[in-house]
Structures are given as structure tokens and as C-alpha cells.
């Protein structure tokens, strides 16, 4: 027996759209990008999934609690680990995408970085959903797959379009740790700006967590600028995440 049609709101069509365009999301991101309360995102979650429109699940990625219990969501003597998330079905994702996704559920060794993701792009572009103004990273690995079906170039987090120069996109990488080990940093750093520059653009915007992480991330800048013999790169700007979503009022 298939589940019931449900009509959605402007606002619920703009949340799976964006949604779809960034895997999915915690439930306390998804009630940043709607601006709405816990209590209708769960509503929402409900809905969507009764629908056979989202899936729903609980992700133990070590972020802190105490998580609250939902008997709607959680299985009956099962302690909660981790936030809630709502996703979409493989073919709602497609609708939205226009490719098919393929199916996907989220890790948790990814999850803390998504979510970092999506709330820097809610702080610079809101729930914009016009790929012109940010592309995400699952419709770059959909753009950027070569003719044998092959992505054969490093995926940024994201692009973003220029807000003063609309001629000009920036690549968005987004780090939460530091890269152990000699050069890694480095290395990454040359990755993601030798992709930016193939792909024609404007250069990389590098988000760091922390004041430490930043720190690393621009010592790591100066010795790859000093092995291109460069006194600086001119296409990477590093910024504070934190700092970054907090004045943007995301966190």
C-alpha cells in the first residue's frame, strides 16, 4: 500500500531542495536554515518520512548531549547517542537534483563536517538554493565527472559566488582539525588551490576552526607561497569559522 500524497509548504519544498543539494542535516541545522522551532522540524521529519520522502536517523558522531529521547524516532529502551537527521529518499533527492543520486545514509565519520558545511553556507548565502550563487559539493561531483564517469580533479566543499564581483566564484574549503604529519596541510592547501585554478576560479576561501587550526592552516600558506617563490598567495583568503558563523548569527 503506498503512503499517502501531502502538500507541502513553500517554506517545506525550500528545505528539501536545499536539503537534497547538502545530503542532509541534523535536525538542529535544519531548524537554523527554517528558521523554525525543534518542535516543527520534528513535525516536519514526521511528515516527510510517513511520506516515504525522507529518511530518518540517529547519528553517534561524538557530539555533545545529553540528546533528548523522541518516541517517535527511537526505538522503545534504546538510550539516544548523537543528533537526529533528516535526509531525503534517493528519489526525492533526484527530483530535486534532476541526476540520481544514488543511495546515500550519513556517517559518522563525515557528519560533523557536513553540518559545518551547510551552517557556513547558511551564514553566507541563507537557504539560497541557486546553484549560480553557491554549488554544492554533491552537484560538483555531478558537474565535474569526466567522460569515462570519473571525477578526476580535487571537490571543494563548495562554490560561492562573489558578492562584490559577480564575474568572479571562490572555492570553499571547510577544515575542523588539524592534519597531522609533514606536509599534509600543506599538501591539502596546494590540492584545493591547483583546483581552483583549473577550474578557472577566482581562489580558494579556507574556514578554519579555531584559533590554533588557523594559525597552522596560515603557516602552512607562507611555506607553500615560499616553494612557489611567492611572497604570498594571492588566491587564498583564511578565515575563523566560528567567528564567521557567529557574526553571521548561525551559532
Known sequence: ???????????????????????????????????KSPQAVSKLARRLKKASRAHVARIDYGSPGPWRKSATFDDPGEAPHGPLWIYPTREIGWGYLEFDPGEWHPKASTAAHLTAVTELRLALTGMNTDP???????????????????????????WVRDFADVDKVWAVEVELSRKFGEGRLTRALSVALDAAERCELAGVLYFARGAGLRRAVENAATRLAHQRGLDQLSNLEIHDLDITLARKGVR
Open 1 to 35: 500500500m503506498s503512503e499517502p500524497e501531502i502538500r507541502l509548504q513553500p517554506w517545506e519544498t525550500l528545505f528539501e531542495e536545499f536539503n537534497a543539494q547538502q545530503y542532509g542535516m541534523s535536525f538542529d541545522t535544519a531548524a537554523k536554515a527554517t528558521g
Open 132 to 158: 549560480r550563487i553557491w554549488t554544492s559539493e554533491r552537484l560538483l561531483r555531478r558537474r565535474l565527472k569526466s567522460e569515462t564517469g570519473r571525477v578526476e580533479v580535487h571537490i571543494h566543499d563548495g
